[in-house]
């Protein structure tokens, strides 16, 4: 296994008597959330192999891993101790194996009413706005807020827009929108003050499944645009 | 599978009559699914759940049974068949057909009769154990209600009038003390009184005031010595936005001292979060998993009962323990809580009849009496 050490300044939050949080930086990088899945696969192979016991699960965020655990059966000092080790001994994976989801994606119209607006915003057409939108692959730093919604990085800056004056009441699952700098989709029915630019016909969070959430930390986003007959197709 | 019953239909496991403010059902809590921005859910009181669960002898079932959580006025339920109940948290007052029955102690409930939670004499929510455990369908893992999502527990949402409850299977405990081979549980008078008014100074020290320990972080350094000091020399009341999510509090803001934005990241059952205007709010059951509030402290396990039986109006001061002193807290509250089940289980094994009580059941005109002749 190709990789690098991973350096000192590492810092351990307390959260309690049940969770702690192991912080690796305090920037939204690609770099800083990459030791974090790190350190994720790390503590489940650990655990996978009985190395370490006690941990009930662990909650990736941007720059730091949370970790919850019984403390009747792992104390403090002891899990630090372990952290510590499993840390020093941390492995970056290979960049190589970037794993990719497409989200196909209806611009403009019904599905996303503030298109026009966002490209009036920046004197560009919607063509443009749809181009640049859907250019990158987005790194999915983090799911919260809601389940399965994804907080994205890598969004072109010649897209930042403020959110809507008034919030709207309800925007649907799998609305694709701008707030500030960020990107985002919608992934359950909720209130909200993006600019709603498009809608994905997949279920980012579908309660029916075994795997409730499309998405996962430490993956990537690249949005496909498709025509509204398409879309139509793929929600039946 | 839970549904809601036909007009007509023969009914078995049970029947809500009325839902009370917000009675939904829960058990540990829904976890492995916060990495996917899935809230934990589950009980609020984990020690008073544990022991009505005891109590009816679900702590010999091989899983977690769920329990309903009642909210100040709780339901009224019809038992479409035997079973025994038990009601803990709080003070709550529990009426049988309408005869008030004490919580803390196992119930012979029988086919047709009814269970009613009045009201909390102390205390917000109390919890409602039947043998087997409420077996409604069980979603990733756990029947714990996220009403966020409208996932587990009965249809995703709190009880309404209607509903029917399907009732898992009892445990060996259960079926003896409902056939008389086995006595009532109890939890020891010294014991209830002790968990029901823990957390409270002396009566006579004019407002009550709950102590609540917390332990510092993850975001200590966001606060200046001098704010954390204020924090906890203040006292802060539980405002009238409080829920399940959190309890928001009102008292001497915290100030900040670092104005940088926190990066979004991990929040734990009892984290103390601190807003723009400094008014603190402890994240609860079903809190988001991830936030962007500086966290100043979280709330000691030990103590997360306290915060659950605390309503609008009520004191909170907050006492700063290291982590270690924490889980040494939590040890010793579980080691208490195994001993007292221990006590009760001892106590019950033996039917009535053999401590010098004798027990009868009488069927007269097709309804069912247990009857009890005691020995003084």
């Not at chain 1, 020093?88 to 298109?115: F, H, N, S, T």
Request: hydrophobic share 40%.
């Amino acid at each position: 296994m190709t990789g690098e050490e991973v350096p000192a300044g590492v810092r351990f939050l307390l959260l309690g008597d049940s969770a702690l949080s192991v912080e690796f930086g305090q920037e939204i990088s690609p770099a800083v959330n990459r030791r974090v899945t790190a350190l994720r696969r790390c503590i489940d192979e650990a655990v996978k192999v009985g190395r370490l016991t006690g941990i009930v699960e662990t909650v990736p965020t941007y720059c730091s891993l949370m970790i919850v655990y019984d403390p009747l059966a792992l104390g403090y000092d002891e899990l630090r101790e372990k952290l510590a080790a499993i840390i020093d001994g941390m492995k970056l994976a290979d960049e190589g194996k970037r794993q990719v989801v497409e989200i196909p994606v209806v611009y403009g119209g019904e599905y996303g009413p503030d298109l026009e607006e966002v490209a009036d915003a920046h004197g560009m057409t919607a063509e443009e706005v749809i181009r640049l939108h859907s250019a990158p692959e987005y790194p999915v730093y983090m799911l919260g807020f809601v389940a399965g919604f994804p907080y994205l990085g890598g969004m072109d800056e010649r897209l930042a827009t403020p959110r809507k004056k008034s919030p709207r009441l309800k925007i649907a699952a799998g609305s694709v929108g701008i707030a500030g700098g960020q990107t985002g989709i919608y992934s359950v029915e909720s209130p909200g003050g993006w600019q709603i630019i498009g809608r994905t016909p997949l279920k980012l969070y579908d309660a029916d499944s075994e795997n409730p959430v499309l998405l996962s930390a430490g993956c990537y986003v690249k949005f496909k645009p498709v025509l509204e007959a398409e879309f139509k197709a793929m929600m039946k | 599978m839970s549904r809601e019953v036909q007009a007509g239909e023969k009914m078995s496991g049970i029947r809500v009559i009325s839902g009370g403010m917000l009675t939904t059902v829960q058990d540990k809590g829904r976890y492995g699914y916060q990495a996917s921005g899935m809230q934990v859910s589950g009980v609020m009181d984990a020690v008073a759940a544990k022991l009505a669960n005891a109590l009816v002898g679900n702590d010999e079932l091989a899983e977690d049974a769920a329990v309903l959580e009642t909210t100040y006025l709780g339901p009224e339920l019809e038992f479409g068949q035997d079973a025994l109940a038990a009601v803990a948290g709080g003070m709550p007052d529990v009426q049988l057909d309408g005869v008030a029955v004490q919580p803390y102690e196992a119930i012979r409930v029988r086919a047709g009769q009814r269970l009613k939670i009045a009201a909390q004499k102390a205390g917000l929510r109390a919890y409602i154990a039947v043998s087997g455990g409420f077996a409604t369908v069980s979603a990733l893992g756990s029947r714990s209600t996220n009403l966020k999502l409208g996932l587990g527990g009965f249809m995703g949402r709190k009880l309404a009038a209607g509903d029917v409850l399907p009732m898992g299977s009892a445990g060996d405990y259960a079926a003896k003390a409902l056939s008389g081979r086995a006595g009532l549980r109890k939890v020891p008078k010294d014991y209830v009184e002790n968990f029901v008014n823990q957390g409270f100074n002396a009566a006579d020290e004019g407002r009550k005031n709950r102590q609540i320990r917390a332990v510092l972080g993850p975001q200590e350094d966001y606060f200046s010595q001098q704010s954390i000091e204020k924090f906890t020399a203040s006292v802060y009341i539980v405002s009238e936005n409080s829920d399940r999510m959190g309890y928001r509090l009102q008292g001497m803001a915290v100030e900040k001292a670092k104005q940088q934005d926190l990066i979004t990241d991990g929040i734990a059952f009892g984290s103390i979060q601190i807003p723009p205007d400094g008014q603190p709010i402890i994240m609860l059951a079903d809190h988001q998993t991830t936030g962007g509030y500086p966290k100043l402290a979280t709330v000691a396990t030990v103590d997360l009962p306290l915060m659950a039986q605390s309503m609008p109006g009520d004191s909170l001061q907050f006492r700063l323990i290291s982590v270690q002193e924490a889980q040494r807290l939590l040890r010793q509250q579980h080691e208490e809580l195994a001993s007292v089940i221990s006590r009760m289980q001892q106590q019950a094994a033996v039917a009535e009849s053999c401590t010098g009580a004798k027990q009868f059941r009488l069927t007269v005109n097709g309804e069912i009496f247990d009857v009890t002749i005691k020995q003084e």
